[in-house]
């Protein structure tokens, strides 16, 4: 007889923007609470499991950090399917990477049509280099039906609050579609 899982729900979530907005640095800041200044690109997929509670309730997370090059995409696309949530990050101090969010929304909205969506404003500690203010990220955001947050994995500002905002959304929505 099979073991009953440890956890309620399931949840798959991805990371995805450019090249050195922080996603591996929120995945390990989030999953180990660690943050490295030394920057090593991820190749391929990088997948890390964190058991937590919400609302009552037992989940365990399933966080995609994704390969931003070229090369990977068409060969990890496949595996994003199932997701229920998509975090879109963009380095506050990189106007470029903002400006792309628009083409990593409708590249993922294809994969996966029914995840969450959430806009995530990285490195918010480096407000004195920022480009990207705040209210444009919100903006972006609401324009789009997504929820936004500003995080600096660096110094562990609303890291947390990131994935629970995301996780209770997505189990608000499995209960709503009951």
Same mark, same amino acid.
């Given at each position: 007889?099979? @073991?009953?899982?440890? /956890?309620?729900?399931?949840?798959?979530?991805?990371?995805?923007? !450019?090249?050195? +907005?922080?996603?591996? *640095?929120?995945?390990?800041? /989030?999953?180990?609470?660690?943050?490295?200044? +030394?920057?090593?690109? &991820?190749?391929?997929? %990088?997948?890390?499991?964190?058991?937590?509670?919400?609302?009552?309730?037992?989940?365990?997370?399933?966080? $995609?950090?994704?390969?931003?090059?070229?090369?990977?995409?068409?060969?990890?696309?496949?595996?994003?399917? =199932?997701?229920? =949530?998509?975090?879109? +990050? /963009? !380095?506050? &101090?990189?106007?470029?990477?903002?400006?792309?969010?628009?083409? $990593?929304?409708?590249?993922?909205?294809? +994969?996966?049509?029914?995840?969450?969506?959430?806009?995530?404003?990285?490195?918010?500690?480096?407000?004195?280099?920022?480009?990207? *203010?705040? @209210?444009? =990220?919100?903006?972006?955001? !609401?324009?789009? =039906?997504?929820?936004?947050?500003? &995080? *600096?994995?660096? %110094?562990?500002?609303?890291?947390?609050?990131?994935?629970?905002?995301?996780? @209770?959304?997505?189990?608000?929505?499995? @209960?709503? *579609?009951?």
């Amino acid at each position: 007889m099979a @073991e009953a899982p440890a /956890y309620d729900h399931l949840i798959k979530l991805l990371l995805v923007g !450019d090249g050195m +907005v922080g996603k591996s *640095s929120l995945l390990s800041r /989030y999953t180990d609470n660690v943050f490295s200044q +030394v920057y090593m690109s &991820t190749i391929g997929i %990088d997948i890390k499991t964190k058991n937590i509670e919400v609302n009552g309730k037992r989940v365990q997370l399933q966080m $995609w950090d994704a390969a931003v090059q070229e090369r990977f995409q068409q060969i990890i696309r496949p595996f994003f399917k =199932g997701a229920a =949530g998509i975090m879109f +990050v /963009y !380095d506050i &101090t990189n106007e470029h990477s903002f400006k792309r969010l628009c083409q $990593w929304m409708n590249d993922f909205r294809e +994969v996966v049509p029914n995840a969450v969506l959430m806009v995530v404003g990285n490195k918010c500690d480096l407000e004195n280099a920022r480009v990207v *203010s705040t @209210e444009q =990220g919100q903006s972006f955001a !609401d324009e789009h =039906g997504c929820k936004f947050i500003e &995080t *600096s994995a660096s %110094d562990n500002v609303n890291v947390n609050e990131m994935v629970m905002g995301i996780a @209770e959304a997505i189990l608000l929505k499995r @209960e709503d *579609s009951k």
